[in-house]
């Protein structure tokens, strides 16, 4: 197979965990025969610095012509002083719009390994398996904004088109798994949740009838997902509420550096980059976990170029690695050795065969 793929570092770490993405890609092609050309762009603080937008007219046009994107971070306090003008989140929400990626796809799993590496008790985390479907292109965060001295508005809206396509998605993924699905809202307050919970109902009783939903408010829904988190199996949510809920989730595996995502849309060209940040504290000190980018990697394969056992394989070379005790700062044990990146990177590669 030959593909092209947009790599866009970003800010921050985001170079580091990049380059281990591109990485495990070429030892991916070397080993399975295919042929992957990538192509590095700005995007973000980088991209205000280089040329004054956080989402460059290059930058766009080269995502537009892949047939994946590959994402580090975006941000950092450089640019998000409070009269900041231009923000690089702004080259994020723009691009997720230029690739019409609504559905953001976020698998949580708990390797035994790492049980130890994360504040949760152990025995809260057997069986723990979720994937969080998060609606990426409406509500809040893409609504009209205003400010003034005194006040500031951020309108969150949401279409029935919206609610019904991000729900199939989500529905789709349950079907394939336990059949059990939980659409997370805070319809006991808001109008934009109460049609959430609406149009939710009535997708799925016309359109996957066997799946069974439950509805959870987004404040039980944090509570369960500390306390009981073996019982979601698919989480489907709205903008903000997965953003936040997603992050929650991450402590469960131990470490923000182990979870990868996926943006899909109604194409095959998606976006992949791990839910981490840019993490300026430690960008350039070689420490940063590229797990979440090589498992967001797998992801690319599966989604964006349909290479089903070339995704398995990464995933599979990961957890060996893991399970072999090779660990970063952020997931080693107390007085553990660590790893580097590039060390890290090397030891999964290795073990692809």
């Given at each position: 197979m030959e593909a092209l793929i947009t790599v866009l570092p970003g800010d921050g770490i985001g170079a580091e965990v990049c380059g281990a993405g591109v990485q495990s890609l070429e030892r991916i092609a070397e080993v399975y025969g295919h042929h992957f050309k990538f192509s590095e762009q700005l995007i973000g603080g980088a991209g205000i610095d280089a040329t004054g937008s956080p989402f460059p007219d290059e930058t766009r046009a080269s995502c537009k012509e892949s047939n994946a994107v590959m994402l580090g971070a975006v941000g950092g306090p450089k640019w998000s002083g409070p009269n900041a003008a231009i923000r690089p989140e702004q080259g994020l929400l723009a691009l997720r719009a230029e690739l019409e990626v609504f559905a953001n796809i976020r698998p949580v799993q708990i390797l035994d390994e790492l049980a130890d590496a994360s504040p949760i008790k152990a025995d809260r985390l057997r069986?723990?398996?979720?994937?969080?479907?998060?609606?990426?292109?409406?509500?809040?965060?893409?609504?009209?904004?205003?400010?003034?001295k005194d006040s500031a508005t951020d309108l969150c809206t949401y279409h029935r088109y919206e609610i019904e396509r991000i729900i199939r998605?989500?529905?789709?993924?349950?079907?394939?798994?336990?059949?059990?699905?939980?659409?997370?809202?805070?319809?006991?307050?808001?109008?934009?949740?109460?049609?959430?919970?609406?149009?939710?109902?009535?997708?799925?009783?016309?359109?996957?009838?066997?799946?069974?939903?439950?509805?959870?408010?987004?404040?039980?829904?944090?509570?369960?997902?500390?306390?009981?988190?073996?019982?979601?199996?698919v989480i489907v949510t709205e903008n903000m509420f997965g953003d936040i809920l997603t992050d929650e989730a991450s402590m469960l595996a131990g470490s923000m550096g182990m979870l990868p995502s996926a943006s899909l849309g109604d194409t095959s060209c998606g976006l992949y980059e791990p839910i981490h940040?840019?993490?300026?504290?430690?960008?350039?000190?070689?420490?940063?976990?590229?797990?979440?980018m090589i498992a967001s990697v797998a992801l690319l394969l599966r989604h964006s170029l349909g290479l089903e056992e070339e995704a398995t394989a990464l995933e599979q070379a990961i957890h060996q690695t893991i399970a072999d005790g090779v660990r970063t700062a952020d997931i080693a044990a107390n007085n553990g050795a660590t790893s580097t990146t590039s060390e890290m990177t090397s030891a999964i590669i290795q073990r692809l065969q």
């Open positions: 069986n723990v398996d979720i994937i969080v479907v998060r609606e990426l292109t409406g509500g809040i965060y893409f609504g009209e904004k205003s400010r003034t998605v989500a529905a789709k993924l349950a079907s394939a798994r336990r059949n059990k699905l939980c659409s997370v809202d805070k319809a006991n307050v808001l109008e934009t949740s109460r049609l959430w919970r609406d149009v939710t109902t009535s997708t799925l009783a016309n359109e996957f009838p066997e799946l069974e939903c439950e509805h959870i408010l987004v404040d039980a829904a944090a509570m369960h997902l500390i306390n009981q988190p073996a019982a979601f199996d940040g840019s993490a300026p504290d430690i960008a350039g000190k070689g420490i940063a976990n590229p797990c979440g």
